[in-house]
């Protein structure tokens, strides 16, 4: 039988919340230690993807620990691929557009400096 984990979602927010309210170090270290429990044990996957759905510990695990999408990525979740456009024939390349082309101030354009 598993013990139950002793780390709990609502403590790890209220720690996060004092440490955002007050600049309480202490309470910082003590919720990302307590999140990186979470994060780095694979049994505690699933509660801890349930913590990172708050936007508070989605910010410490972007900035912290970094390990959201790692666990997305071992648990094989996916992003659906974005399918890029395949350039057309008459397009040229953007090397030769940006070498070939010179940008021309139009006449009904005036001058910001006329004196020049």
Same mark, same amino acid.
């Given at each position: 039988m598993t013990r139950p984990s002793r780390i709990s979602r609502a403590r790890v927010l209220d720690l996060l919340r004092l440490a955002a309210k007050k600049g309480d #170090?202490?309470? @910082?270290? =003590?919720?990302?230690?307590? *999140? %990186?429990? @979470?994060a780095y044990t694979p049994r505690y996957w699933d509660k801890y993807l349930d913590l990172i759905a708050h936007p508070m510990a989605r910010l410490a695990d972007l900035l912290a620990i970094k390990q959201g999408d790692k666990i997305a990525h071992q648990k094989g979740w996916t992003r659906p691929k974005r399918e890029r456009p395949k350039p057309s024939a008459k397009a040229p390349s953007r090397g030769k557009r940006a070498a070939? #082309? %010179? #940008?021309? *101030?139009? !006449?009904?354009? !005036?001058? =910001?400096? !006329?004196?020049l």
């Open positions: #170090r202490a309470a @910082l270290t =003590l919720a990302l230690d307590q *999140m %990186k429990t @979470l070939g #082309r %010179k #940008r021309s *101030m139009s !006449p009904s354009q !005036p001058s =910001l400096f !006329p004196d």
